[in-house]
């Protein structure tokens, strides 16, 4: 069964850090890309970043840019995404999503999603 299952979340302080973990099982992650996409209360969903799992390329929307890494790990199961410097305006749901390849943002291009995981960033 096809699933990816994001974890991590959690309360942070504003400049704390969070690592989120989008764990795929039931296909192989080596002929995709996976994006992290985040909503907050009353907004759109919004792309944040996105990996190349082949060539471990990355992508970042501007607003995270210097601020968050994607990574994958060597057996290309499990993204990460390395969230430091954290802001409020970072609270929101965070999902990780399959799609073929990076370079869009539209959320209905991408076909199976995680169940995402709460990240609050709050003193």
């Known amino acids: 069964q096809l699933q990816l299952v994001e974890s991590g979340g959690g309360l942070v302080q504003p400049g704390g850090s969070l690592r989120l973990s989008c764990a795929a099982s039931?296909?192989?992650?080596?002929?995709?890309?996976i994006g992290w996409f985040r909503q907050a209360p009353g907004k759109e969903r919004e792309g944040v970043s996105c990996?190349?799992?082949?060539?471990?390329?990355?992508y970042y929307t501007d607003s995270v840019k210097g601020r968050f890494t994607i990574s994958r790990d060597s057996a290309k199961t499990t993204v990460y995404l390395q969230m430091n410097s954290l802001k409020p305006e970072d609270t929101a749901v965070y999902y990780c999503?399959?799609?073929?390849?990076?370079?869009?943002?539209?959320?209905?291009?991408?076909?199976?999603w995680g169940q995402g995981t709460q990240v609050t960033v709050s003193s």
């Open positions: 999503a399959r799609r073929r390849r990076c370079g869009n943002w539209s959320p209905t291009l991408y076909d199976y």
């Open positions: 039931g296909f192989s992650l080596d002929y995709y890309a």
């Open positions: 990996i190349t799992i082949r060539d471990s390329t990355p």
